[in-house]
């Protein structure tokens, strides 16, 4: 038996022509030169981090604006049709005072003017459906506390009835699009009397 064989074979020792890699050292103008290139590339990476974080800021931002300005497209419409129901409630509120102040008038001219008042509140119902519809909500003042948000005071009344800083009446209905103020109802506020005592 060969025992060579058996045996481990010792490592190559490494390559005799090869020359040891030996740091060169540093002169200190190349030394400076290497701190400068150090401080302007972290320089850089804190300007690089920075602009990426605006940009994926400002992509959130315009996201968020798109889809609030999907929401409230209707916004300025909506704002453009609220005259247009004051106008119909107007016409109904006349119709209604002009049948009760003639009660004298002629069978077939009653008629008339009953088929025009029910086809004026049909269109207006048809018209505040479709704005529910779209997100537009009344707001409801009356006897409720003056709210600065959503009511707009012209004047204040002396009031035994309503408490004193609650609405009174209210002149002007207001309105919310999906929570959003479109516009405030006008109202007088209550006060309490002069003579009561305080």
Do not use: C
């Not at 088929?115 to 779209?134: H, N, P, T």
């Amino acid at each position: 038996m060969n025992t060579t064989e058996n045996e481990a074979t010792p490592a190559t020792p490494a390559d005799p022509t090869a020359t040891p890699v030996v740091p060169a050292a540093l002169s200190p103008e190349q030394l400076e030169d290497l701190k400068t290139r150090a401080a302007k590339a972290d320089e850089n990476w804190d300007r690089l981090l920075r602009t990426t974080a605006d940009f994926e800021n400002f992509k959130k931002r315009a996201a968020r604006e798109k889809v609030e300005s999907a929401q409230y497209a209707s916004f300025s419409l909506l704002q453009k049709l609220l005259p247009v129901l004051d106008n119909f409630e107007m016409a109904l509120a006349a119709a209604q005072t002009a049948t009760a102040a003639r009660p004298d008038r002629l069978v077939a001219e009653g008629d008339k003017l009953a088929s025009l008042q029910s086809g004026v509140l049909m269109i207006q119902q048809q018209l505040k459906s479709a704005l529910v519809e779209a997100g537009l909500e009344e707001i409801d003042a009356a006897g409720k506390p003056f709210d600065p948000n959503f009511h707009e005071a012209i004047s204040q009344q002396e009031s035994a009835e309503v408490a004193e800083g609650n609405v009174l009446q209210q002149l002007r209905k207001g309105y919310k699009f999906k929570e959003r103020l479109l516009r405030a109802a006008t109202v007088v506020v209550a006060k309490p009397p002069a003579d009561s005592p305080k």
